[in-house]
């Protein structure tokens, strides 16, 4: 069975650092991947998706991921982060029609 | 237009009750998906639905968990005998279709809490 791991469960950044939010994934084929964030009160949305061709991917919000094969992992990063990006991040893996969600990590955005 | 909508946004219930959680998904999306999210966890799979039909219901807990969708639109999951270990946020999710990359957008969510 596929899983997904996110090994922090909360990261504190300072506003207008760099960020870069861990995935790694267990899972027998070519995963389908993708990243969502949480704000309270919100519902999921999708920053990116990995299918196939080129391993960097672009999402919304500024955001970016990297599929690496060799070490299953598809971490998020974004260049800048703004006090607006403080919410909680999930990474996925698809399988079928249905996701397998990590834990989640929680981004706090320090002044 | 439109997103997913579920209500209510809060149902408080006593333990042994029965429950109903409605979900409208986007108009002309035929896939339907329900999860359920525990605190300090991301969504689990319960159950998801292409057109009116139940097409994967693995991860439906117990039998005391089940789900319509009779017109292929709005769904309704319905909890029996509710337990306090019901307590989450369940979370509903619809896509134009049900392949694997078809984009699910998803609702705000139902927080269940069970006294």
């Known amino acids: 069975a596929q899983s997904v791991t996110q090994p922090d469960i909360h990261i504190t950044v300072s506003e207008g650092a760099s960020l870069e939010l861990r995935c790694n994934y267990s899972?027998?084929?070519?995963?389908?991947l993708f990243w969502y964030v949480q704000s309270p009160g919100q519902g999921l949305q999708l920053l990116l998706k990995?299918?196939?061709?080129?391993?960097l991917v672009q999402g919304i919000k500024g955001f970016e991921a990297e599929f690496k094969r060799s070490q299953s992992s598809f971490n998020l990063r974004k260049p800048s982060v703004h006090w607006s990006d403080a919410a909680e991040y999930f990474c996925a893996v698809g399988l079928y029609s249905t996701l397998t969600f990590g834990k989640g990590t929680m981004l706090l955005v320090s002044p | 237009g439109a997103g997913v909508s579920q209500t209510p946004s809060n149902k408080v219930t006593e333990k042994g009750k029965y429950v109903e959680l409605r979900c409208d998904p986007i108009?002309?999306?035929?896939?339907l998906y329900w999860y359920r999210q525990s605190l300090g966890q991301g969504p689990e799979f319960l159950i998801y639905?292409?057109?009116?039909?139940?097409?994967?219901d693995s991860g439906l807990p117990n039998d005391r968990f089940f789900a319509v969708r009779p017109e292929g639109s709005v769904s309704t999951l319905k909890i029996q005998r509710t337990e306090r270990g019901d307590s989450a946020v369940y979370l509903c999710a619809s896509s134009l279709n049900s392949g694997s990359t078809d984009t699910q957008y998803f609702g705000p969510g139902t927080r269940l809490t069970v006294l």
């Open positions: 990995y299918f196939s061709g080129d391993t």
């Open positions: 899972y027998g084929a070519t995963p389908y």
């Open positions: 108009s002309g999306h035929t896939a």
């Open positions: 639905f292409q057109g009116t039909g139940a097409a994967d």
